[in-house]
């Protein structure tokens, strides 16, 4: 590893709290274009090289609304061409429809990943939301939360333990074992993208990181609450999850994303983004996901200086 990565990596390991990005994957997303492999690569390469601790991609298909139609690359496919492509950064869906995949594939991808990424997969699930992507690629949109209670019983099961025998009402994995093991065994962290009530329970029951993309910086301490009482009611110590975020940001003086969407809550100078963040941090968030806009190199550049902003001592 070369002499400034490593010096980025002792830095990063003082930090407040961690940094990823969320990558451009979809239509305009990049700055109003859409990003190729090529692209996607190179700004991998430069949040890397710029100190971030984990990069992140969206799981989306298709995605329709009245105004404007939309696609992405497929995620898993990405986080493999990533996972060979960097060295050092965490690598997760934010988050993986389980609705999507058969569950124990899905154990069996996030395995392959790992291995291939050397033990840096963050494993993000979630029960998916847009209906319409569901009914264009021949998903079944009913009773998502049921679908995703029996997946993510598999997938925890076969990551942690290697195998599983469930037959449920959606779903089934009878005498599955994963083989091999990747690098960690059971050691894949599992975070549940969520704020419903019963996918927190499933959140209190099943992972290790919870994330929040709902309200920051507004309602985050309701938030937390919620998932603390669904600790309560499953018997489980609240500081044994750790807590994530999800923030879309504006950059100032820089053109903002030109494809709909109305501005983000978050925006600012270097030094007040980390004067925000370091608040995040003080609320027990260990973990941001960012979504730049612009979502670009030239906002990776920008933003980059808030990084040693957030060290401490």
């Not at 264009?136 to 076969?158: S, T």
């Not at 994330?211 to 609450?225: F, T």
């Amino acid at each position: 590893m070369a002499m400034a990565s490593m010096t980025e990596h002792r830095g990063a390991a003082r930090r407040a709290l961690k940094v990823g990005l969320f990558l451009p994957v979809g239509e305009t997303m990049l700055h109003g274009d859409t990003a190729g492999w090529a692209d996607i690569l190179a700004l991998a390469r430069q949040a890397e090289d710029a100190g971030f601790d984990s990069l992140w991609v969206a799981d989306h298909l298709l995605m329709r609304f009245p105004a404007a139609t939309g696609g992405g690359w497929e995620c898993w496919s990405l986080l493999a061409a990533l996972a060979a492509s960097t060295r050092r950064v965490a690598l997760g869906p934010l988050v993986s429809c389980v609705g999507y995949r058969n569950p124990a594939l899905l154990a069996k991808m996030a395995d392959t990943v790992d291995e291939i990424s050397g033990g840096r997969l963050i494993l993000g699930l979630g029960a998916g939301w847009h209906e319409p992507e569901f009914r264009a690629f021949g998903y079944p949109f009913d009773h998502r939360v049921g679908r995703f209670e029996e997946g993510v019983q598999i997938i925890h099961g076969l990551l942690r333990d290697g195998h599983v025998d469930f037959a449920g009402r959606y779903h089934q994995a009878r005498d599955c074992e994963l083989r091999p093991r990747g690098p960690r065994g059971g050691g894949i962290p599992l975070m549940i993208g969520t704020t419903g009530a019963r996918m927190l329970r499933l959140t209190a029951r099943y992972a290790d990181i919870w994330n929040s993309d709902r309200g920051l910086p507004v309602g985050y301490a309701e938030q937390q609450a919620a998932l603390d009482a669904a600790c309560a009611a499953e018997g489980r110590d609240p500081a044994t999850i750790a807590r994530t975020a999800m923030v879309r940001l504006d950059l100032p003086g820089m053109e903002r994303q030109p494809f709909g969407l109305p501005p983000a809550r978050v925006a600012g100078t270097p030094e007040e983004l980390a004067t925000l963040f370091l608040g995040y941090a003080a609320q027990g968030i260990s973990h941001l996901q960012v979504w730049l806009g612009p979502n670009s190199s030239a906002g990776i550049e920008t933003f980059a200086q808030v990084l040693p902003l957030l060290e401490q001592g």
